[in-house]
């Protein structure tokens, strides 16, 4: 009886009571998490990982739970933990991959906070995946799961997988008529073990296959193809360059458009020459010397009047300046509107010519195509101890994207001495701006495909010393080249999955225009 005292208060617990086998381990809490990233659209991978979840889900008793997790770039819980077994197959069944990247470390932490509030029970997870490298980079030596939770790892990678990708593609934005055939590169690489040899890399252009070469690839290493591309016509072109099918299609294929031009045509408007001492002086010169230069490159026509050029001249120019212009008469003004709103492009500069209130008047206004107000006319042009500069550039802008590189040109040596201040109109953004935040160069767009620059300082050297640094001609050039490419949007490349705003422009009704977003979806 004394022994039986003594049992009694030590108060023991014993295996087959109910409430001991779950708190020990007998109920199992398991996460799978089901990688739906890029990769595992190999040929037959998501199949199989997909069966792998389905065993797991078979080697679990009804009274388990289970949650699943599908993952990619975020982690996406389709079924919380404690989900009906068929509910979690009938999310199998359907589930798709991603063209998003890996990111292992989401989808570990998301099913670590499932799992962390669960009181009895094993914890698990497992990880269904193709185990790419890539999916581990944004782990760190902190990141780990709670100590009670057991992790296990399903590679379904394929064997010895085979697979090669364009993966950049560099297409000349315009193909002028006339000159030296321009070159379009697409570079390919090998993800395999193997190395390749003649692989075929075939251009098509509107529809048909313009050239094709091989390529020998060693293993993970790259290989350009380099193709040829005139054009006898001016219009805009679709294109795209494709690889062989392999495990992995969706990366065989790059999409492109361009644009065929005989030259591109550029009128300045300038006022008449100027006496200094015993020169004679325009705001066009520096300007012409540089679009004369690099015609190699780029054939641009270049021609100057004194006065807008009648509405049938205007429709063959690509490029209108108006370099530091005084005034303009109704009928000229009504003539830039027209011309820009059929899509031309504009640039306005201004110098000492220019009075504050006289573009706004005769191109401002409800028009609105203008892309600033001007204030007025700062800094002394004779003193050149005191000057601005160019500090803030928005080098993702296609007329910057050339100089976003290091050594690829300095905006910021440039000495402004003079300068107008402005304020931006509606729908107009500031890409360029001096160190004291006043605006150096405003865009907006106006009508169907017209754009308009405004540059707050001079195009020659009264104000400033732009002319005479290395950035001149190239940024020149690339203004010029981005308001003659009407046809082509801002933002030359997309990748699946981006958003591309769509305007759409007044109907035969006289209904506002709208504009709205449509998606990138994979072909």
């Given at each position: 009886?004394?022994?039986?005292?003594?049992?009694?208060?030590?108060?023991?617990?014993?295996?087959?009571?109910p409430?001991?086998?779950?708190?020990?381990?007998?109920?199992?809490?398991?996460?799978?998490?089901?990688?739906?990233?890029?990769?595992?659209?190999y040929?037959?991978?998501?199949?199989?990982?997909?069966?792998?979840?389905?065993?797991?889900?078979?080697?679990?008793?009804?009274?388990?739970?289970?949650?699943?997790i599908?993952?990619?770039?975020?982690?996406?819980?389709?079924?919380?933990?404690g989900s009906?077994?068929a509910?979690?197959?009938?999310?199998?069944?359907?589930?798709?991959?991603?063209?998003?990247?890996?990111?292992?470390?989401d989808?570990?932490?998301?099913?670590?906070?499932?799992?962390?509030?669960?009181p009895i029970?094993?914890?698990?997870?497992y990880?269904?995946?193709?185990?790419?490298?890539?999916?581990?980079e944004?782990?760190?030596?902190?990141d780990?799961?709670?100590?009670?939770?057991?992790?296990?790892f399903?590679?379904?990678?394929?064997?010895?997988?085979?697979?090669?990708?364009?993966?950049?593609?560099?297409?000349?934005p315009?193909?002028?008529?006339e000159?030296k055939?321009?070159?379009?590169?697409?570079?390919?690489?090998?993800?395999g073990?193997?190395?390749?040899?003649?692989?075929?890399?075939?251009l098509?252009?509107?529809?048909?296959?313009?050239?094709?070469?091989?390529?020998d690839?060693?293993?993970?290493?790259?290989?350009?193809?380099?193709?040829?591309?005139?054009?006898?016509?001016?219009?805009?072109?679709?294109?795209?360059?494709?690889l062989?099918?392999?495990?992995?299609g969706?990366?065989?294929?790059?999409?492109?458009?361009l644009?065929?031009?005989?030259?591109?045509?550029?009128h300045?408007?300038?006022?008449?020459?100027r006496?200094?001492?015993?020169?004679?002086?325009?705001?066009?010169?520096?300007?012409?010397?540089?679009?004369?230069?690099?015609?190699?490159?780029?054939?641009i026509?270049?021609?100057?009047?004194?006065?807008v050029?009648?509405?049938?001249?205007?429709?063959s120019?690509?490029?209108?300046?108006?370099?530091?212009v005084?005034?303009?008469?109704?009928?000229?003004?009504?003539?830039?509107?027209?011309?820009?709103?059929?899509?031309?492009?504009?640039?306005?500069?201004?110098?000492?010519?220019?009075?504050?209130?006289?573009?706004?008047?005769?191109?401002?206004?409800?028009?609105?195509?203008?892309?600033?107000?001007?204030?007025?006319?700062?800094?002394?042009?004779?003193?050149?101890?005191?000057?601005?500069?160019?500090?803030?550039?928005?080098?993702?802008?296609p007329?910057?994207?050339?100089?976003?590189?290091?050594?690829?040109?300095?905006?910021?040596?440039?000495?402004?001495?003079?300068?107008?201040?402005?304020?931006?109109?509606?729908?107009?953004t500031?890409?360029?701006?001096?160190?004291?935040?006043?605006?150096?160069l405003?865009?907006?767009?106006?009508?169907?495909?017209?754009?308009?620059?405004?540059f707050?300082s001079?195009?020659?050297?009264?104000?400033?010393?732009?002319?005479?640094?290395?950035?001149y001609?190239?940024?020149?050039?690339?203004?010029?080249?981005?308001?003659?490419?009407?046809?082509?949007?801002?933002?030359?490349?997309?990748?699946?999955?981006?958003?591309?705003?769509?305007?759409?422009?007044?109907?035969?009704?006289?209904?506002?225009?709208?504009?709205?977003?449509?998606?990138?979806?994979?072909?």
């Amino acid at each position: 009886m004394l022994a039986l005292l003594g049992l009694a208060f030590a108060r023991p617990f014993f295996a087959d009571n109910p409430e001991f086998t779950q708190k020990t381990g007998g109920k199992r809490n398991a996460v799978i998490i089901l990688d739906t990233s890029y990769s595992m659209q190999y040929e037959g991978v998501l199949e199989t990982a997909k069966k792998e979840a389905a065993e797991i889900l078979a080697g679990l008793d009804a009274s388990d739970a289970a949650g699943l997790i599908l993952s990619s770039d975020n982690a996406r819980v389709v079924a919380p933990l404690g989900s009906e077994f068929a509910h979690i197959r009938a999310a199998l069944d359907t589930a798709e991959t991603s063209n998003e990247h890996t990111d292992y470390l989401d989808a570990m932490q998301t099913a670590d906070e499932i799992l962390q509030p669960i009181p009895i029970g094993e914890k698990q997870v497992y990880l269904i995946a193709d185990m790419q490298k890539r999916g581990w980079e944004n782990f760190i030596e902190t990141d780990k799961l709670s100590p009670d939770i057991q992790i296990h790892f399903v590679d379904v990678r394929a064997e010895k997988p085979q697979n090669y990708a364009i993966t950049q593609i560099s297409v000349p934005p315009v193909v002028l008529k006339e000159q030296k055939a321009s070159q379009l590169v697409a570079r390919v690489r090998n993800f395999g073990d193997e190395p390749v040899e003649n692989l075929q890399v075939r251009l098509f252009i509107d529809g048909n296959v313009i050239d094709s070469v091989e390529l020998d690839i060693e293993p993970d290493d790259l290989a350009d193809a380099v193709f040829k591309v005139e054009f006898q016509d001016e219009a805009t072109h679709t294109g795209w360059v494709e690889l062989p099918e392999d495990g992995l299609g969706i990366d065989n294929k790059r999409y492109f458009t361009l644009q065929s031009l005989q030259s591109i045509k550029v009128h300045a408007v300038r006022e008449e020459p100027r006496t200094r001492g015993r020169y004679e002086t325009v705001e066009t010169f520096f300007m012409k010397k540089a679009l004369a230069s690099g015609s190699d490159a780029v054939q641009i026509d270049f021609a100057e009047s004194v006065s807008v050029p009648n509405a049938s001249t205007l429709a063959s120019v690509d490029v209108l300046i108006l370099a530091d212009v005084a005034e303009l008469s109704s009928g000229e003004a009504a003539r830039v509107k027209a011309y820009v709103a059929a899509g031309g492009g504009l640039i306005v500069t201004v110098g000492n010519n220019i009075g504050a209130d006289t573009y706004k008047q005769q191109l401002g206004g409800e028009t609105g195509l203008m892309p600033c107000d001007f204030v007025q006319a700062v800094g002394d042009a004779l003193d050149r101890e005191q000057f601005r500069v160019l500090a803030t550039v928005k080098y993702e802008h296609p007329i910057f994207v050339p100089f976003k590189e290091p050594n690829h040109g300095d905006f910021g040596k440039a000495r402004f001495y003079r300068i107008f201040q402005a304020v931006p109109t509606k729908d107009a953004t500031v890409i360029a701006a001096y160190d004291d935040g006043s605006p150096a160069l405003f865009e907006k767009p106006y009508g169907t495909l017209g754009r308009v620059l405004c540059f707050t300082s001079t195009i020659d050297r009264e104000w400033n010393d732009l002319p005479i640094r290395a950035v001149y001609l190239p940024f020149l050039h690339e203004s010029i080249k981005y308001l003659a490419l009407k046809d082509v949007d801002a933002a030359p490349n997309y990748r699946v999955g981006d958003s591309v705003e769509l305007k759409v422009s007044d109907d035969e009704n006289g209904d506002a225009a709208r504009s709205g977003e449509i998606a990138v979806f994979n072909p």
